[in-house]
């Protein structure tokens, strides 16, 4: 699995990441978190507000600062 979360680096976007990685722990799935910051990229895949996340490719939440537990629930 592969989750990106994409933001310019923001703190907004560095608590996602802290989040995510969390979620991911806490799940104990084999996942490689990695961060997009390049913003052509970003609005590429259509995200308009940041930070978002992307589970394999697909943008599943934007604008949003998810928690862990919601995030464990995004992935489940």
């Given at each position: 699995m592969?989750?990106?979360v994409l933001g310019p680096?923001?703190?907004r976007c560095e608590t996602l990441v802290t989040?995510?990685?969390s979620a991911v722990t806490e799940m104990g799935l084999d996942a490689e978190v990695t961060k997009v910051t390049d913003i052509n990229e970003i609005?590429?895949?259509g995200v308009m507000m940041t930070p978002a996340i992307a589970v394999d490719g697909e943008?599943?939440?934007s604008g949003k600062v998810l928690s862990a537990e919601e995030i464990q629930a995004?992935?489940?």
């Open positions: 592969r989750i990106e680096g923001c703190p989040n995510v990685r609005t590429a895949r943008v599943r939440s995004l992935l489940s």
